[in-house]
């Protein structure tokens, strides 16, 4: 099993991102999808979600800036950037989960490396 982010980049504030995440040998449509950051100097944090059936899940500070989706094969999951403020700067990780608590990094089994997201002011 292998997931692949990409898409990351240098973009100024209010400027817009879109990362992929491409599954090898793993489908999303049986394991729910994740989205989480790391800055430097701090945790990884949960960013967004997307369930087996399609239900999405998004943190406070992203909730109406971010979206998450999938395709329909099930291979690839997006995360869609928009209105980014330097506070969203870190690397972005993908990763699958095949259990229901879609924001504790301890339930997703498979990571992908993450993908460098720099927002400037």
């Known amino acids: 099993v292998q997931l692949q982010a990409s898409g990351g980049g240098s973009v100024q504030a209010g400027g817009s991102l879109r990362l992929s995440c491409a599954a090898f040998?793993?489908?999303?449509?049986?394991?729910?999808a994740g989205w989480f950051r790391q800055a430097p100097g701090k945790e990884r944090e949960f960013v967004s979600a997307i369930s087996r059936s399609g239900g999405t899940y998004y943190a406070d500070s992203v909730e109406g800036r971010f979206a998450v989706s999938r395709d329909n094969t099930g291979n690839t999951v997006y995360l869609q950037m928009n209105s980014l403020k330097p506070d969203d700067t870190g690397v972005y990780f993908c990763?699958?989960?095949?259990?229901?608590?879609?924001?504790?990094?301890?339930?997703?089994?498979?990571w992908g490396r993450g993908t460098q997201v720099t927002v400037s002011s």
């Open positions: 990763a699958a989960n095949y259990f229901s608590d879609y924001t504790n990094s301890r339930q997703y089994i498979f």
């Open positions: 040998r793993l489908s999303f449509d049986v394991y729910a």
